[in-house]
T-cell receptor, first 108, second 116 residues
Framework: AQRVTQPEKLLSVFKGAPVELKCNYS??????LFWYVQYSRQRLQLLLR??SRESIKGFTADLNKGETSFHLKKPFAQEEDSAMYYC??????????FGKGNQVVVIP | GAGVSQSPSNKVTEKGKDVELRCDPI?????LYWYRQSLGQGLEFLIY????????KSGLPSDRFSAERTGGSVSTLTIQRTQQEDSAVYLC??????????????FGPGTRLTVL
């Protein structure tokens, strides 16, 4: 089974503090890993993908194949980072396997 | 250009009624996906269309759910004899290609279905 675990449903952080969203996935081959974000009243959109190794909006994510983890991090949270974040592996079977998501609230 | 559009944006129906949800993908995108976003459940895959190939229906939760894609463009998701547990946001996405290789999926705004 393709399982994605995002343990914290709700994460509240103060502005300027670091934020880390944990994601663990089940190992079935070598999935591509993505983080998607949904801001309030906006569409779900791609935040970053591990293969590109980019930093988007200050976020980075490190793929650890040994631990099957793909945690999302940002050193200094901003108010505009308040959103719902989904970890989503792609196992090559026509669909993204989304986790249950993390609601991030950045406190001013 | 225009993104993925979905209609209606909200739908309230009574238990037992049938509903149809519509998705207009980005022009030229051959792959189309339906997902369901339920409270506390994250996003679940429902069905995938790629060009003229037979759809991947492996995510449909019951035979009350069906979908079609006409002319390789617009798709309709139909739920028959709706139940309260069908209440969710139904998301449509499209991508330029699909299958075993990932191509970025672009999501629509969703249809919020409430079954009373």
């Amino acid at each position: 089974a393709q399982r994605v675990t995002q343990p914290e449903k709700l994460l509240s952080v103060f502005k300027g503090a670091p934020v880390e969203l944990k994601c663990n996935y089940s190992y079935s081959g070598s999935p591509e890993l993505f983080w998607y974000v949904q801001y309030s009243r906006q569409r779900l959109q791609l935040l970053l993908r591990h293969i590109s190794r980019e930093s988007i909006k200050g976020f980075t994510a490190d793929l650890n194949k040994g631990e099957t983890s793909f945690h999302l991090k940002k050193p200094f949270a901003q108010e505009e980072d308040s959103a719902m974040y989904y970890c989503a592996p792609f196992y090559g079977n026509n669909r993204l396997a989304f986790g249950k998501g993390n609601q991030v609230v950045v406190i001013p | 250009g225009a993104g993925v559009s979905q209609s209606p944006s909200n739908k309230v129906t009574e238990k037992g009624k049938d509903v149809e949800l519509r998705c207009d993908p980005i022009s030229g995108h051959t792959a189309l996906y339906w997902y369901r976003q339920s409270l506390g459940q994250g996003l679940e895959f429902l069905i995938y269309f790629q060009g003229n190939s037979a759809p991947d229906k492996s995510g449909l939760p019951s035979d009350r759910f069906s979908a079609e894609r006409t002319g390789g463009s617009v798709s309709t998701l139909t739920i028959q004899r709706t139940q309260q547990e069908d209440s969710a946001v139904y998301l449509c996405a499209s991508s330029s290609l699909g299958g075993s290789s990932y191509n970025e999926q672009f999501f629509g705004p969703g249809t919020r279905l409430t079954v009373l």
